[in-house]
């Protein structure tokens, strides 16, 4: 009772329930993850199952019934009679798990290269950010697609369908650590020569001691912020490969699979396909971001 | 306190020829283009027992000399003796073997404890990576530490920002204490805390001294604090020890011209004295230790300089009463 009543009356708090837009932004997030997390109880039909697909129901608009049971497609089908608002909350499902696991894979590797740059220092800090400094030379999307493709051209091709996902979540993963490793390493900097990392080398503590039990519990709400933010970023960058045809495959539609199956009727009359998986991308995405760019506001003492 | 003469004391820690050189950078290729010389050939030796003060002004290099001391910093040359081992080229697992014995208090109260640990856990963590204490047993050391400090032992499981900085200070104090250790380089302990508060410290320190037998290099730049609480004090210029006396003897006759000056910008507490007493003003700045002068480092400031102090330097010698000093004029 009294921990909660402390965590209402904290600053974060305040801030939090003094902005309505990242009310709002909390609100949808919820709403969303709650769609995504409890698919198989919410959707009327299963996407992954095409026994359950009748080709006749195809391109039906929204809220029109089936033709064979009578319920209705809240969002309409697409041109295999696969129920759209079924598809999303599942596409939903597959975008938000890469998104969360491409940003962990970032995160962990951005945060040990990060730290171990900052405190080694010297040459292993040479080399560390000057590989950090080439990749980011590129665009993002572009490093994800040259590890798809090779990662893809690794895999036997009767397990690229199930094996996509993952190398989805690599690609990103591979292609985002930099933020999170110039950030951290920049915090280290500071942090290192901080008396208490003194006091624990005094003490006799190990290097690795040093840097995962002191200095990186105390670099860590930039890594908060980051993470967040990298979250929407995740999901964009799942949907851009996607909808280019290198991320998932149509047996297993993410959000920007969707869309890229949409865009095919759009000129046709067909909207419903692309519309409302794309609102719900640029639902979530703009939800995430709004959530981090507040908690990058309401944890920098500087801006208070 | 004050350190018995005639009884010779055995000497715990032995510092020869130290010195603690980093070199500058610059350019494209980071081509060393000199060395700040931050510690210059500094010798002294600390008794077991005695407080020693170590004083000088901002960036003499007195806390790089206790930071090498303690391995903190890397020597460039020089020995650092204790326990007939020489710290200063101990290999990493002696070495860690060895800093129970060595600790330190640190100045900055607010930096020195990690903001994300609690109170127990900063003060057991010495006791976790070298001692034998476990459990039960680990926790009644760190209340029993506490206790010593001064403080209540329910602290244990709060938070340093949750402390004053004289509280933090103690809390910095049971730490180094957890090991019992028998050499404490306490690097301007007081320099951060308020005026209030630096006496209640300075006195914790001496009667934790007197009650363990604790050794202290006590590094500091208030010179009426040093006198206080050291039995020896050390007065160090740009990187070198001018002046190593017992404390009556340095502060009632100083005889290096340094010294002089220094103990001339002490306030007395007494306005009458005070405006009757002779100020010794210096001229100019600390010189860089990247490029010090020849010859005597303090000649470019000082009032009784000649033609040999630019050509020759002083050499450490040791005076009829005992003290040591580095001027070609002191007798």
Redesign the interface.
């Known amino acids: 009772m009294n921990a909660m009543r402390r965590a209402w009356e904290s600053d974060l708090s305040y801030s939090f329930r003094h902005s309505p837009i990242t009310v709002l932004a909390a609100f949808m997030v919820i709403v969303l993850f709650a769609g995504a997390i409890l698919a198989p109880l919410i959707a009327p039909y299963s996407p992954f199952d095409p026994a359950t697909l009748n080709l006749m129901n195809g391109f039906t608009p929204p809220m029109t019934p089936n033709t064979f049971t009578g319920e209705t497609f809240w969002l309409g089908t697409d041109d295999q009679g696969r129920d759209m608002f079924s598809a999303i909350l599942y596409g939903m499902r597959i975008s938000l798990f890469v998104g969360f696991a491409a940003v962990l894979l970032a995160l962990v590797l951005g945060v040990v290269a990060g730290l171990v740059a900052g405190y080694a220092g010297g040459w292993v800090d040479t080399i560390i950010m000057r590989i950090a400094d080439v990749q980011l030379t590129f665009p993002s999307i572009l490093v994800a697609m040259l590890i798809f493709g090779i990662a893809k051209g690794l895999t036997p091709p009767d397990m690229r369908d199930q094996m996509a996902i993952w190398v989805l979540i690599v690609s990103i993963g591979l292609s985002d650590w930099v933020q999170f490793a110039r950030v951290v390493r920049g915090a280290t900097l500071v942090e290192r020569n901080r008396e208490y990392v003194q006091a624990a080398r005094l003490i006799g503590r190990s290097r690795s001691a040093i840097m995962f039990r002191h200095v990186l519990p105390n670099v860590t709400s930039p890594v908060l912020v980051i993470a967040t933010i990298g979250l929407a970023l995740a999901i964009i960058a799942e949907a851009t490969l996607s909808f280019l045809g290198v991320g998932a495959p149509p047996t297993q539609p993410s959000l920007g699979t969707l869309i890229r199956i949409g865009q095919g009727y759009l000129f046709s009359g067909e909207w419903w396909i692309l519309f409302f998986p794309a609102v719900t991308l640029l639902v979530l995405a703009l939800s995430v971001n709004l959530l981090g760019d507040w908690l990058r506001e309401a944890l920098n003492p500087r801006l208070r | 306190m004050s350190f018995d003469h005639a009884q010779p004391r055995e000497t715990l820690v032995s510092v020869s020829g130290l010195s603690v050189h980093f070199p500058i950078y610059a350019g494209l290729i980071r081509r060393q283009v000199g060395t700040v010389r931050a510690v210059d050939g500094v010798t002294f030796d600390v008794a077991r027992g005695e407080t020693l003060g170590l004083v000088g002004e901002s960036g003499c290099g007195k806390s790089t000399t206790g930071?090498a001391i303690?391995r903190?910093v890397e020597a460039t040359s020089g020995k650092i003796l204790m326990a007939g081992q020489d710290i200063a080229s101990l290999g990493a697992e002696p070495?860690?073997r060895m800093?129970?014995r060595?600790?330190?208090i640190?100045?900055?109260p607010h930096?020195?404890?990690?903001?994300?640990?609690t109170v127990g856990s900063i003060i057991a963590?010495?006791l976790t990576?070298?001692g034998t204490l476990r459990g039960r047993a680990r926790q009644r050391r760190v209340e029993e530490l506490l206790d010593a400090v001064g403080l209540n032992p329910d602290f244990a499981n709060r938070y340093p920002h949750e402390f004053s900085g004289g509280q933090r200070q103690r809390i910095?104090i049971a730490?180094a204490l957890a090991l019992d250790p028998d050499f404490i380089v306490c690097d301007e302990p007081i320099a951060a805390l308020d005026v209030s508060i630096q006496a209640q410290v300075v006195n914790l320190l001496e009667e934790l001294q007197e009650r363990l037998g604790l050794t202290y290099l006590f590094i500091s730049h208030d010179l009426s604090m040093v006198r206080h609480i050291a039995d020896r004090v050390a007065v160090m210029y740009l990187g070198k020890i001018i002046e190593l006396a017992t404390r009556d003897a340095l502060y009632d006759a100083p005889k290096h011209p340094y010294t002089q000056a220094l103990l001339s910008a002490v306030p007395i507490p007494n306005p009458r004295v005070e405006a009757t007493r002779r100020h010794i003003i210096l001229k100019g700045d600390v010189p860089s230790p990247a490029n010090p002068p020849s010859g005597c480092r303090f000649r470019t400031r000082c009032p009784i300089a000649e033609a040999r102090c630019a050509a020759e330097e002083p050499a450490w010698r040791k005076l009829e009463d005992g003290r040591h000093v580095a001027c070609h004029f002191a007798t």
């Open positions: 930071r303690l903190l070495l860690r800093r129970p060595m600790q330190m640190f100045q900055d930096a020195s404890l990690n903001p994300r640990m963590e010495p990576e070298h910095g730490r």
